[in-house]
């Protein structure tokens, strides 16, 4: 587990922090039901490319879609989850 003081950027163990940041996209990729894209970058245009990089296809404008939306970024420790439904 990597844990950090959000006043110094430092970790247990004295490691400055890296700048990754936790990008998250919810309501993407729908299909019946929403899907979720998720990537740990530096940069959200990284994060865009990582996604668009493990896409098996794009039949959908999956590419066009995960440009245009805004993620959500993750900077300090939290929680979140999708529940699913039929």
Not at 40 to 59: G, T
């Given at each position: 587990?990597?844990?950090?003081?959000?006043?110094?950027?430092?970790?247990?163990?004295?490691?400055?922090?890296?700048?990754?940041?936790?990008?998250?996209?919810?309501?993407?990729?729908?299909?019946?039901?929403?899907?979720?894209?998720v990537a740990?970058?530096?940069?959200?245009?990284?994060?865009?490319?990582?996604?668009?990089?493990?896409?098996?296809?794009?039949?959908g404008?999956?590419?066009?879609?995960?440009?245009?939306?805004?993620?959500?970024i993750?900077?300090?420790?939290?929680?979140?989850?999708?529940?699913?439904?039929?």
């Open positions: 587990m990597n844990c950090r003081n959000t006043r110094t950027g430092r970790g247990l163990e004295g490691e400055v922090d890296n700048g990754l940041k936790l990008y998250v996209w919810e309501g993407i990729f729908t299909d019946y039901t929403d899907g979720l894209a740990l970058a530096n940069s959200v245009e990284e994060a865009r490319e990582l996604v668009i990089k493990r896409l098996p296809y794009d039949d404008g999956y590419i066009e879609e995960i440009r245009n939306k805004q993620p959500q993750a900077t300090e420790p939290g929680a979140f989850y999708v529940l699913g439904g039929g």
